[in-house]
């Protein structure tokens, strides 16, 4: 068993499917939702920055999500097409100490700037008059640095903490990419340790987050409710929806993938369940957060004509 802990230098990630038709086809239907989802994201990132109107703390917190959705998705769909496509399992120690740590700092960086963006919705609705003094840029630049940095500290822990283990009664992952609770279950050595960590830091960085914009959505709509305009109360609701569906998508799946005991969970099931929390959001959040908002749609139209009239010019 020593011996064999001390070989292991590589895992063997767990494939869809091992007909060689059905791997071409999975490298292909990842493809084409990693390409909508990163044109989609990086559109979002365009529009914001190059149409001036939209330079609101509103929509640079958009735009920073949309940047850390497209950075989510390319740390796990382009190297499971490719391994798809080529049959190609195997992934290095050193691979898979980076995926978890990258994945993990951008799921907390994703669910921390979906807390800030429901503040960002409670100060404009709740305090109009106030806005600009309480959300100036200053403010949602610091409410970004401190999500990235306290992700990379978060990350940095769990990361490490997860590669003290040993391996050594297997070395094959129930995952198309690494994550932790997949490796807690193929680890020879205690774990009680790591999953009382994990559970004990996600039930507090997850509860804080939802228990803040659980609150901040029950001072928005309380107050919503007051207006006197039908349409205003749409309005409002309108720029509120979309940010409850991605939150409520993400929240649910990640939490259970990551709360539930090692041994209760399937391997079908926990891929299904990985595919909700790290692909769909990422993908969704474009299409939520741009078909719904006139001002984003109007910019594109904005931006296409430019090109257009540019194009044309002599």
């Known amino acids: 068993m020593s011996n064999f802990t001390t070989s292991v230098t590589e895992f063997l990630l767990m494939g869809f499917s091992d007909i060689r038709e059905l791997q071409i086809l999975y490298s292909l239907l990842f493809f084409l939702i990693y390409s909508a989802g990163l044109m989609g994201n990086l559109l979002i990132v365009i529009i914001t920055t190059m149409d001036r109107r ?3 703390p509103m929509y640079f917190f958009l ?13 796990t769909i382009p190297p499971a097409s490719i391994n798809f496509l080529v049959n190609n399992r195997e992934i290095s120690i050193t691979g898979c100490a980076t995926q978890i740590f990258l994945m993990i700092v951008m799921a907390y960086a994703e669910f921390t700037l979906l807390t800030v963006m429901a503040r960002d919705r409670y100060v404009a609705i709740c305090h109009p ?21 306290t ?33 807690l279950k193929i680890s020879c050595s205690e774990t009680f340790s790591n999953t009382l960590s994990l559970l004990v830091s996600a039930v507090v960085v997850g509860a804080g987050c939802f228990t803040f914009i659980t609150a901040s959505y029950i001072r928005i709509f309380s107050t919503v409710l007051k207006f006197p305009v039908k349409e205003d109360q749409r309005k409002a609701f309108s720029t509120c929806v979309p940010h409850i569906l991605v939150v409520s998508l993400f929240l649910i799946s990640g939490n259970y993938a990551y709360l539930q005991p090692p041994s209760d969970s399937g391997s079908f099931k926990d891929i299904i369940l990985s ?18 908002n006139k001002q984003i749609k109007e910019a594109v139209r904005v931006v296409m004509r430019r090109k257009v009239l540019l194009r044309n010019k002599p």
Not at 275 to 292: T, V
């Open 275 to 292: 595919i909700f929390y790290s692909i769909i959001p990422p993908f969704l959040n474009p299409i939520i957060y741009s078909l719904r």
């Open 63 to 75: 735009r920073n999500l949309s940047i850390v959705d497209a950075c989510f998705i390319s740390i």
């Open 129 to 149: 008059l106030h806005y600009p003094m309480i959300m100036n840029p200053r403010v949602c630049m610091q409410m970004t640095l401190t999500c990235m940095f």
């Open 54 to 56: 939209l330079h609101t």
């Open 151 to 183: 992700g990379l500290l978060y990350a940095g822990f769990h990361t490490g903490l997860t590669f003290q283990l040993s391996f050594c009664q297997s070395n094959v992952i129930n995952q198309f990419f690494c994550d932790i609770p997949s490796l």
